[in-house]
């Protein structure tokens, strides 16, 4: 009921640049906040930033300066501009969105994923 579709990775050498996007679609009233997580290989999931409706974002401390998020509120998108890639910035990079799928509290605050893109750094 409810997609989210992520695009924009690929690979870029160090110091290079990427924007990623993610649009929601389907049964949608309302869209409290969207993010991106990654997962290196081996590794958890982890947070890189979030952006609520009213546009207050947040980061990781490793992406700070470096990674800016942003929303189209309009078309119910998420982007992600990385700056200075690093090697270490080599992951899966998943969209989320805290959306509200129907006009029934019971369905406020429930929780969507993509299938992830994937970023690779490296020379």
């Known amino acids: 009921q409810v997609q989210l579709v992520e695009s924009g990775g690929g690979l870029v050498q160090p110091g290079g640049s990427l924007r990623l996007s993610c649009a929601a679609s389907?049964?949608?009233?309302?869209?409290?906040?969207m993010g991106w997580y990654r997962q290196a290989p081996g590794k958890q999931r982890e947070l890189v930033a979030t952006?609520?409706?009213?546009?207050?974002?947040n980061y990781a401390d490793s992406v700070k300066g470096r990674f800016t998020i942003s929303r189209d509120n309009a078309k119910n998108t998420v982007y992600l501009q990385m700056n200075s890639l690093k090697p270490e910035d080599t992951a899966v990079y998943y969209c989320?969105?805290?959306?509200?799928?129907?006009?029934?509290?019971?369905?406020?605050?429930?929780?969507?994923w993509g299938k992830g893109t994937l970023v690779t750094v490296s020379s």
């Open positions: 389907g049964s949608i009233f309302g869209i409290n906040a």
């Open positions: 952006i609520t409706g009213g546009g207050i974002t």
């Open positions: 989320h969105a805290d959306l509200n799928s129907s006009i029934y509290p019971t369905d406020y605050g429930r929780d969507y």
